[in-house]
């Protein structure tokens, strides 16, 4: 039993293709995308397409809200926002409705994990639940970036393991049996008694200091943060040709 989780990919088309080639190694039972397909990047009917065929569930973020129309664009940042402007006049209409059909949260219990399978290898108790921003109000778009978030959060789901996305930084979050929570840059054991949050991290624009593309692996007992690279050169030509700001195209080579 093996699912990748993908997240933020950002219509960064050169890092959607390394973290699938990557994936596909590993042989998965279905890949699960938790939100923001466009917005930054400059390929966004792209990755979109290819999303919709190799991933079996996407979650809308906020940037897809925003380009489908759905979220009002005065919340971003200047340099978000004249992205988010270039996507809609330069994205496909059918794709940007597809984007306004996209659900915010999904829960999956075991039957949807193990649709092959007649008894679960492992105990999830009430499945997965899959969400971009954090499971306490996931259309208010707050981040998940410390302990005490995390510790709050934790009472808004009543699943095992929760994906996140958003803020582009990857963590592994456990909560014991004691009520304590513990963080984990990127390889936790899936323990009795305990529950976690997992940030899978960015495909296409990371910020957690490391320019490599993020992915998360959720295996029969383990969690694993994986990082992939790509052609960070040919993205940012691709954003420069496209007029994207320079800010936006610097930012991939740090990983910031
Ligand atoms: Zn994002």
Redesign the pocket.
């Known amino acids: 039993m093996l699912f990748a989780i993908i ?2 990919v ?1 219509a960064n088309l050169d890092a959607l293709h390394a973290v699938l080639d990557e994936i596909k190694k590993h042989k998965p039972d279905a890949v699960w995308f938790l ?2 397909v466009v ?2 990047g400059p390929e966004p009917d792209e990755c979109v397409e290819v999303l919709k065929k190799e991933a079996q569930i996407i979650l809308a ?3 897809d809200r925003a380009v489908a129309g759905l979220t009002d664009i005065e919340y971003f940042n200047p340099y978000a926002k004249s992205a988010i402007e270039w996507t809609i006049e330069n994205m496909k209409d059918e794709n940007k409705v597809f984007l306004k059909s996209l659900p915010v949260i999904r829960y999956l219990k075991d039957e949807d994990i193990y649709p092959v399978r007649k008894k679960p290898p492992l105990d999830f108790s009430n499945g997965v639940y899959l969400v ?1 921003s954090s499971p306490k109000e996931p259309e208010q778009w707050h981040y998940i970036l410390n302990t005490w978030d995390a510790y709050i959060n934790f009472h808004f789901f009543s699943e095992r393991v929760c994906f996140v ?4 930084h990857p963590f592994i979050a456990e909560l014991t049996a004691e009520d304590k929570v513990f963080f984990y840059k990127d390889y936790a054991e899936i323990k009795e008694g305990c529950r976690y949050i997992v940030n899978a991290g ?1 495909v296409g ?1 990371p910020r957690d200091g490391n320019p490599l593309a993020a992915y998360a692996l959720l295996g029969r007992n383990s969690i694993e943060i994986k990082r992939v690279s790509y052609d960070i050169v040919s993205t940012q030509n691709k954003m420069r040709d496209a007029g994207l700001p320079s800010y936006l195209i610097n930012r991939l080579s740090r990983g910031l």
């Open positions: 997240s933020d950002h939100g923001d917005g930054y973020g906020n940037h971009h996305g958003h803020s582009h960015s624009q």
